[in-house]
């Protein structure tokens, strides 16, 4: 029996609400189980100096955990100044995930800034961030095409990620932290609303896993990011 109660092939109960905040681009919070994550976009003119003169845009992601998120005080990583491997880590996934689908160049010399704040965390903080920031998108490219600001919409697609894992011999859907931090085999998994892979970070905390448990588990991934690829079209569907 899980935690909650679930059965293996669940979802934690999912919630997004878009316009959180006042004053983003765009903006969700977004509730997977007890994990709550912040999501906003924000649009600046220029870009890195790799793309410059070029007339294409850029979309970049940043990520933190608030102090409180956790039950034990997580330390800001400005007052340590530097940002740790792992938060390099998941704003570089964010960022490829989202960049994935979307076509930049309909941007213009112009930069996305996708921010993910994790504000109570209990397992799969980034594959929240990921399924809340393509919202969060979602809504920034709406509002900026209804001021003119863009001519057509850069989303190609959607993308929603969800995390797996094999714990006491069962593969899970969506590990929450009791579940994560006892497993033998921990997979993140990014998919695309049409099916298609974008990313798999899987590893073995015991044992080496073999190519049926690889399957069992990308299986088990696509069978919940098709839910939540609804969710988010739902969500998106009543911005419209």
Same mark, same amino acid.
């Given at each position: 029996?899980?935690?909650?109660?679930?059965?293996? /092939?669940?979802?934690?109960?999912?919630?997004?609400?878009?316009?959180?905040?006042?004053?983003?681009?765009?903006?969700?919070?977004?509730?997977?189980?007890?994990?709550?994550?912040?999501?906003?976009?924000?649009?600046?003119?220029? @870009?890195?100096?790799? *793309?410059?003169? =070029?007339?294409?845009?850029?979309?970049?992601?940043?990520?933190?955990?608030?102090?409180?998120?956790?039950?034990?005080?997580?330390?800001?990583?400005?007052?340590?100044?530097?940002?740790?491997?792992?938060? /390099?880590?998941?704003?570089?996934?964010?960022?490829?995930?989202?960049?994935?689908?979307?076509?930049?160049? *309909?941007?213009?010399?112009?930069?996305?800034?996708?921010?993910?704040?994790?504000?109570?965390?209990?397992?799969?903080?980034?594959?929240?961030?990921?399924?809340?920031?393509?919202?969060?998108?979602?809504?920034?490219?709406?509002?900026?095409?209804?001021?003119?600001?863009?001519?057509?919409?850069?989303?190609?697609?959607?993308?929603?990620?969800?995390?797996?894992?094999? @714990?006491?011999?069962?593969?899970?859907?969506?590990?929450?932290?009791?579940?994560?931090?006892?497993?033998?085999?921990?997979?993140?998994?990014?998919?695309?609303?049409?099916?298609?892979?974008?990313?798999?970070?899987?590893?073995?905390? =015991?044992?080496?896993?073999?190519?049926?448990?690889?399957?069992?588990?990308?299986?088990?991934?696509?069978?919940?990011?098709?839910?939540?690829?609804?969710?988010?079209?739902?969500?998106?569907?009543?911005?419209?």
């Amino acid at each position: 029996m899980r935690p909650d109660g679930r059965q293996p /092939h669940e979802l934690r109960p999912v919630k997004i609400e878009p316009g959180f905040l006042r004053y983003a681009l765009g903006s969700v919070l977004i509730e997977m189980g007890e994990t709550k994550v912040v999501c906003t976009v924000s649009l600046e003119d220029g @870009v890195p100096q790799f *793309l410059r003169n =070029t007339g294409r845009g850029w979309l970049t992601a940043e990520y933190g955990m608030l102090p409180g998120c956790s039950q034990q005080r997580i330390q800001r990583e400005a007052s340590r100044g530097r940002v740790g491997g792992r938060t /390099h880590e998941i704003q570089r996934l964010i960022g490829r995930s989202l960049r994935a689908v979307t076509d930049l160049a *309909l941007l213009g010399e112009r930069t996305l800034w996708v921010d993910c704040d994790v504000i109570q965390a209990d397992g799969g903080t980034r594959t929240a961030a990921i399924t809340g920031a393509y919202v969060a998108l979602a809504h920034a490219c709406l509002k900026l095409q209804r001021e003119g600001m863009l001519l057509a919409n850069p989303l190609r697609d959607s993308v929603a990620a969800v995390s797996v894992g094999i @714990v006491q011999g069962t593969p899970l859907l969506d590990l929450c932290y009791a579940e994560d931090s006892a497993a033998e085999v921990d997979m993140n998994v990014v998919m695309t609303g049409s099916g298609k892979f974008v990313e798999i970070q899987g590893t073995a905390e =015991t044992n080496p896993f073999g190519r049926e448990d690889l399957e069992r588990l990308t299986d088990l991934a696509a069978l919940g990011i098709r839910q939540l690829t609804a969710i988010q079209a739902d969500t998106v569907a009543r911005l419209s």
